[in-house]
């Protein structure tokens, strides 16, 4: 059977498309965002402890330039550094549990995060 160049170029094409991945999608998480120390940060979900940074190594691109809605109640645990209540827009390597982008992180008052019985207690 005959096939046309466009034909063939037009199945080539298609069948690379088919192997480029797409973007990942942003997701909300909410939960603990902690801070013990500078460039130190994690988000603690119902999924588990999330890196989002570690004191010279990784950091989540995006997250020093996210915009920051809401007013922060923080609970210090070393100076002014601790944790708090908040919703996250990121995307995410689940297989790392890595923050891989942050999108916008919204403050949440400290009771919304203590009255969630899939997070874990932050009191000591």
């Not at 997701?27 to 979900?45: H, K, S, Y």
Request: proline share 9%.
């Amino acid at each position: 059977m005959w096939t046309s160049r466009p034909a063939l170029l037009m199945a080539a094409l298609l069948g690379a498309a088919s192997c480029v991945t797409s973007p990942a999608l942003a997701e909300t998480r909410c939960g603990w965002l902690v801070n013990p120390t500078p460039a130190n940060w994690w988000l603690i979900d119902a999924q588990g402890e999330w890196t989002i940074g570690e004191q010279g190594g990784y950091q989540a691109p995006g997250f020093d330039e996210a915009p920051w809605e809401g007013t922060r109640e923080q609970v210090p645990v070393n100076g002014n550094y601790g944790y708090e209540c908040a919703c996250m827009a990121v995307t995410s390597d689940p297989d790392t549990k890595t923050i891989t982008r942050v999108i916008s992180v919204r403050s949440r008052p400290l009771k919304a995060c203590r009255a969630d019985p899939k997070l874990p207690s932050m009191e000591a």
